[in-house]
């Protein structure tokens, strides 16, 4: 999850990494650094936590050149530790970042120990430094040595090298992780992720698995996986100028909250007509391989792991369709037994995250029907490798914790619902109906926004807590996982989720008035037995803070906090529920004084197993 740059140009590129840097520190934020090839050395800075800090010590000792690389990094091999920061130096000559996992860095590391080479490092990246210097100092090219060493790795990996002694290129390596190659005018970068050039390129080859890409002033070269050369498309892309802009919020989190009814609008936007779905928004092949699907089988991971869960709820209810959802990491690992035509659906925000690809990867393509897969990113793997596609619009985002992009997944999976629906008994009368509900919520929830200050004073009740509990039934379960995800995430407050039904079996005896209990309480079928649950924690001294409508009719009392939630149709409650428990998320993380965009041991892009 770590986040790369390099650059090489005739201008300074100090600046171009630093800013990409800055652009990626989203993928981690545990130790960064930067290397410049100089007349007669190599530069290098390096400093344990955030990028501002490898900023204080440039200010403080500058460095320029023409030709260079950066790292922004979440730790996996070794503490965060400015010996641990890359870029890594081999034989003095050799420079290198990673992102990802070497699993088999330990027999590679053997060998260089027992021919006297010294490392500075606990890191798997600097063995792969060290095995390219060995092959450079034995007379082979840059090229050469990488194309052979890459051969004996084992795991996933996004590589930048670069060598003092031929300063007029970069390679570098995807296997896993993501690379892209950025084209200028006499100039050329490699990068993570687009967005870190984005002041300095328009066009991109996005490397696929097994290129090696070498990049000069002048040129791009690409080598598939066979080491033979091959031309990759060229892709224009067009940034949002303000996406990487807090635009006046305290937080990229905040912001991205309160651009929910935005997204959702957008996501929307193109694929109705006369309050119908378009089925040709899922893919051109979209009716065809719908109309063969007998089963249901959605793949995801965390924030959209609970996604696909509400997603199995809907299609179920109001398609017939069986589904099952499963982490993909768990299903990648595991015989499976695949139904007749069966669509395979995985749902990743930014298309790269590896247990979702390697889980892609993994199946035999004659086993499904097809693949859709649901991404906020048009260029990324996932979407890629997939015969069917629904982008949602969610834009960028930024914060480490997940919401606009999990209910744009949420939009996304409702539509499907609906197309797939109408194959099995859901008539246009009804599908009308529900369009007609799913385009109100943006101004529902827009409207909700305007009483959001209520959930800022009832954070206070967990600054000092250190466990909550949340309860939901049906739907509301995905949620309440979500709710507690969030929590977690950026509070650091041991959250569990449950149905509420599972209280009396076990979870009740973590229940004193030292555990707060969040309850989603929709006035749905389920509200009654609800009820009963919420009389269930008060009896033990459990301190509730109940999300409801007022037709619920449950009112605050002694140690009851209600926030009354607009009436909704009971099916579109998870995507607004969502929303406040966002926000509490949000208001506790900020009074609890934790780093709300950036949480600790966390990065935004899961692009490592």
Known sequence: MCGIVGAIAKRDIVPILMDGLRRLEYRGYDSAGIAILEEGGISRLRAEGKVSQLQEMLNRSPISGHTGIAHTRWATHGIPSERNAHPHIADDRIVLVHNGIIENFQVLKEPLLAAGVELSSDTDSEVVAWAIAKRVKEGETLLSAVKNTVKELEGAYALCVMDLQDPDRIIGVRSGPPLVVGMGNGEHFLASDALALQRVAEQFIYLEDGDIAEITKKSIQIFDKTGHFIERKIYTRTFQPDAVDKGGYRHFMLKEIFEQPTAIRDTLTGRLHVG???????????????????????????????????????????????????????????KRVVLPNTLLICISQSGETADTLAALRSIQREDYCGVLSICNVPDSSLVRE???????????????????????????????????????????????????????????????????????DLAKLFTNRSHALFLGRGLQYPIALEGALKLKEISYIHAEAYPAGELKHGPLALVDKKMPVVVIAPNDRLIEKLKSNIQEVRARGGELIVFAPKSAGIESSTGIHVLEIPEISDLFVPILYTIPLQLLAYYVAVLRGTDVDQPRNLAKSVTVE
């Open 276 to 334: 119908r779905v378009l089925e040709r928004v899922f893919g051109v092949n979209a009716s065809a391989i719908f109309d063969k699907t007998e089963h249901v089988q959605i793949i995801a991971c965390g924030t959209s792991f609970h996604a696909g869960m509400v997603g199995r709820l809907w299609l179920e209810n109001l398609s017939g369709l069986a589904c099952q959802v499963e982490i993909a990491s768990e299903f990648r690992y595991r």
């Open 386 to 456: 997939s015969e069917l596609v629904f982008l949602t619009s969610a834009g960028l985002e930024i914060g480490v914790c997940s919401t606009k992009a999990f209910t744009t997944q949420l939009v996304a999976l409702f539509l499907l619902t609906v197309v797939l629906g109408r194959r099995h008994g859901l008539n246009t009368e009804k599908e009308k109906e529900l369009i007609q509900h799913l385009t109100a919520l943006p101004d529902i929830i827009q409207g909700y926004f305007a009483g959001a200050e209520a959930i800022h």
